[in-house]
């Protein structure tokens, strides 16, 4: 019974116009008092998508529509519209899980059809604005929507002649004013535990998660958290959470959840192309790498950076919010190899997820061009060659006179690789500068 309409918004802006007058008398209707009353969907639902039709109290077929069908996101609280007294909440065929609740100071009944779920139970006394179940598309129904009615009589429990337009018999508020608030979480006897309530992701979900009506896969798909997305449990058994995304409540698999405090990232690259070595001066290299993640990758950065540590201009940054990331479809494009001046360099990418983990997944160090300088053992003054001035420098580190070493010279000077710079390197040092001047 959905027809795509959208005439509703004229209507609702009417009806909200009058919201200061809490009392109305339609017309017709002055043996019931009417009353003020809570739009029965959350209120950012408006869309009428078929009216009431007059018609079917004198022609009772379901042709002619008994009440009005709100459109609403599967999932999505449906509240009492006014206080009253549970007379019905179960499966009941086309009409799907339905609530009926008696009104008897208004002399009429409110009924909501085709809920994914019912949160009440026959007998139950509700207050007005208290949620007693989901939007759903049980029953007869082509897409989540409520049907929304009022009659004044139930025919052996079913709602019956006469039948009431919902748009003229109330005035609506938002149900968003005080009192009127409803309970925050959802009343079942499931059994389920808030030892599992928390902040939630998913895990090993690729697309997205499903949200269902209920703790089984039987149950209707009533919405999606999409794959790495951050969603709330309110309570579980372990195997089933009630869940809440995005304004709206089910329940999902925890097969597929990771709460976030344990969030471990997995973060990792493979088929790596990266730079090292010696390469040519002018010559294009292709960088290549598949990131993937348990989490969604927040953050991809690096690039070429000289040996000291500074960027050069061949660097990129990438925001993925994926699981995956492939370096050749941004970096290899944009860090450009055949820019780089004669020198030395690191290549390193960085990689951060939702865990907040930043890690260094390829770091190389690569020169370009023939003139750069290459370390050479004994050589501690750097100028490429031994000689007694090496030995000179050497030998007053070793006496004390020269605390100042960097760490280049410390590394030239350990002749003998020990790992210790002492006197058996300076006796090295001296029969090396005695081969290399013979
Ligand atoms: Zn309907
Ligand atoms: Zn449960």
Redesign the pocket.
């Not at 930043?358 to 770091?363: A, D, G």
């Given at each position: 019974m959905i027809t795509k309409t959208k005439r509703a918004a004229a209507v609702i802006a009417a009806l909200f116009m009058i919201l200061t007058i809490l009392m109305i008398y339609p017309f017709g209707l002055s043996a019931h008092a009417a009353a003020y009353a809570v739009w029965p969907t959350e209120p950012k639902f408006k869309n009428i998508t078929t009216y009431f039709d007059a018609a079917r109290n004198t022609n009772d077929v379901s042709g002619y529509h008994n009440g009005i069908d709100i459109e609403a996101d599967g999932g999505s609280n449906i509240y009492a519209a006014v206080g009253g007294k549970v007379v019905a909440a179960e499966w009941m065929d086309a009409y799907g899980y339905t609530v009926i609740i008696q009104h008897p100071d208004l002399g009429v009944y409110t009924f909501y059809a085709h809920a994914s779920q019912v949160l009440t139970s026959a007998g139950a006394q509700v207050k007005q604005g208290d949620v007693i179940g989901k939007v759903g598309s049980t029953g007869n129904s082509s897409g989540n929507h409520l049907h929304f009615g009022i009659c004044d009589s139930l025919q052996a429990g079913w709602p019956a002649r006469t039948y009431y337009d919902p748009m003229s018999y109330f005035a609506y508020s938002d149900n968003s004013g005080s009192g009127n608030t409803p309970a925050e979480s959802p009343k079942?006897d499931?059994?389920?535990s808030e030892e599992y309530a928390g902040e939630y992701t998913t895990k090993g979900v690729v697309t997205y998660l499903n949200m269902r009506a209920d703790?089984n896969t039987s149950s209707a798909v009533i919405g999606e958290i999409p794959a790495g997305a951050e969603f709330r449990v309110t309570?579980?058994?372990g195997e089933?959470?009630?869940v809440e995304y995005n304004g709206k409540s089910g329940?999902a698999s925890m097969a597929y959840m990771e709460k976030k405090a344990d969030l471990k990232s997995e973060i990792k690259i493979e088929n790596v192309t990266a730079p090292e070595g010696n390469l040519d001066k002018g010559k294009t290299f292709s960088i290549k790498g598949n990131i993937t993640s348990n989490l969604v990758i927040t953050k991809v950065y690096g690039g070429v950076y000289f040996r000291s540590g500074e960027a050069t201009s061949q660097c990129a940054e990438a925001a993925p919010n994926t699981i995956k990331y492939d370096l050749s479809t941004y970096f290899d494009k944009n860090i450009a190899f055949n820019a780089l001046n004669d020198g030395e360099y690191t290549y390193k990418i960085v990689a951060e997820d939702k865990s907040g983990a930043s890690v260094e997944l390829v770091k190389t160090d690569f020169t370009i061009g023939s003139s750069a300088p290459k370390e050479v053992l004994g050589d501690l003054n750097s100028d490429g060659k031994l000689n007694v001035t090496d030995i000179v420098a050497l030998q007053s580190y070793i006496l004390g006179k020269n605390k100042e070493f960097t760490k280049e010279q410390y590394l030239a000077s350990d002749m003998n690789k020990d790992g210790t710079v002492d006197i058996f390197d300076l006796t090295a040092l001296k029969k090396a500068v005695v081969k290399a001047t013979a």
């Amino acid at each position: 019974m959905i027809t795509k309409t959208k005439r509703a918004a004229a209507v609702i802006a009417a009806l909200f116009m009058i919201l200061t007058i809490l009392m109305i008398y339609p017309f017709g209707l002055s043996a019931h008092a009417a009353a003020y009353a809570v739009w029965p969907t959350e209120p950012k639902f408006k869309n009428i998508t078929t009216y009431f039709d007059a018609a079917r109290n004198t022609n009772d077929v379901s042709g002619y529509h008994n009440g009005i069908d709100i459109e609403a996101d599967g999932g999505s609280n449906i509240y009492a519209a006014v206080g009253g007294k549970v007379v019905a909440a179960e499966w009941m065929d086309a009409y799907g899980y339905t609530v009926i609740i008696q009104h008897p100071d208004l002399g009429v009944y409110t009924f909501y059809a085709h809920a994914s779920q019912v949160l009440t139970s026959a007998g139950a006394q509700v207050k007005q604005g208290d949620v007693i179940g989901k939007v759903g598309s049980t029953g007869n129904s082509s897409g989540n929507h409520l049907h929304f009615g009022i009659c004044d009589s139930l025919q052996a429990g079913w709602p019956a002649r006469t039948y009431y337009d919902p748009m003229s018999y109330f005035a609506y508020s938002d149900n968003s004013g005080s009192g009127n608030t409803p309970a925050e979480s959802p009343k079942t006897d499931c059994g389920c535990s808030e030892e599992y309530a928390g902040e939630y992701t998913t895990k090993g979900v690729v697309t997205y998660l499903n949200m269902r009506a209920d703790h089984n896969t039987s149950s209707a798909v009533i919405g999606e958290i999409p794959a790495g997305a951050e969603f709330r449990v309110t309570r579980g058994n372990g195997e089933w959470a009630h869940v809440e995304y995005n304004g709206k409540s089910g329940f999902a698999s925890m097969a597929y959840m990771e709460k976030k405090a344990d969030l471990k990232s997995e973060i990792k690259i493979e088929n790596v192309t990266a730079p090292e070595g010696n390469l040519d001066k002018g010559k294009t290299f292709s960088i290549k790498g598949n990131i993937t993640s348990n989490l969604v990758i927040t953050k991809v950065y690096g690039g070429v950076y000289f040996r000291s540590g500074e960027a050069t201009s061949q660097c990129a940054e990438a925001a993925p919010n994926t699981i995956k990331y492939d370096l050749s479809t941004y970096f290899d494009k944009n860090i450009a190899f055949n820019a780089l001046n004669d020198g030395e360099y690191t290549y390193k990418i960085v990689a951060e997820d939702k865990s907040g983990a930043s890690v260094e997944l390829v770091k190389t160090d690569f020169t370009i061009g023939s003139s750069a300088p290459k370390e050479v053992l004994g050589d501690l003054n750097s100028d490429g060659k031994l000689n007694v001035t090496d030995i000179v420098a050497l030998q007053s580190y070793i006496l004390g006179k020269n605390k100042e070493f960097t760490k280049e010279q410390y590394l030239a000077s350990d002749m003998n690789k020990d790992g210790t710079v002492d006197i058996f390197d300076l006796t090295a040092l001296k029969k090396a500068v005695v081969k290399a001047t013979a």
